[in-house]
């Protein structure tokens, strides 16, 4: 898998986790409750909830149109009875790509394969949580 393959499935594992944050979002919101807390007299006190902060992860400016397309392909998960998502269709993934953004039959091979890494990398990370929900109960 090339680099760019593996920084789109970091953040896709991210993603599926439920962890993606836009830290400028975060920011804006904190001040907000900040502002809001010393209206009535309250300080905010900001603390991670398990003590650890995860590294952030950025995206790379060439990655950035993968990650666009992938948004807009989230319509687009097979879902498998009880058992949850189980794959994209790539009949409408190709579909997609072609038809409404496009893409040229030389590029798709490369977005297909990111697009894959994403898709991979997110099944993985359900799987996990699926299984650690499992254990707990």
């Not at 439920?18 to 309250?42: C, M, R, S, Y």
């Not at 790379?60 to 009880?82: D, K």
């Not at 949850?84 to 496009?102: A, K, M, N």
Request: hydrophobic share 35%; glycine share 8%; aromatic share 8%.
């Amino acid at each position: 898998m090339r680099s760019e393959g593996k920084k789109l499935a970091q953040v896709a594992r991210i993603q599926a986790r439920g962890l993606l944050t836009n830290p400028k979002q975060i920011e804006e919101d904190a001040d907000v409750l900040t502002d809001a807390a010393a209206a009535f007299g309250f300080h905010v006190v900001r603390r991670d909830t398990d003590g650890e902060r995860d590294d952030p992860c950025y995206l790379w400016p060439c990655n950035v149109p993968t990650w666009h397309i992938w948004g807009r392909l989230q319509s687009q998960w097979r879902v498998g009875g009880m058992g949850g998502r189980t794959g994209l269709d790539y009949t409408g993934v190709h579909t997609y790509l072609r038809e409404v953004l496009g893409i040229k039959p030389k590029a798709l091979p490369t977005l297909f394969s990111e697009l894959q890494a994403m898709e991979f990398a997110s099944l993985e990370e359900w799987d996990k949580r699926l299984a650690e929900k499992q254990n707990t109960t």
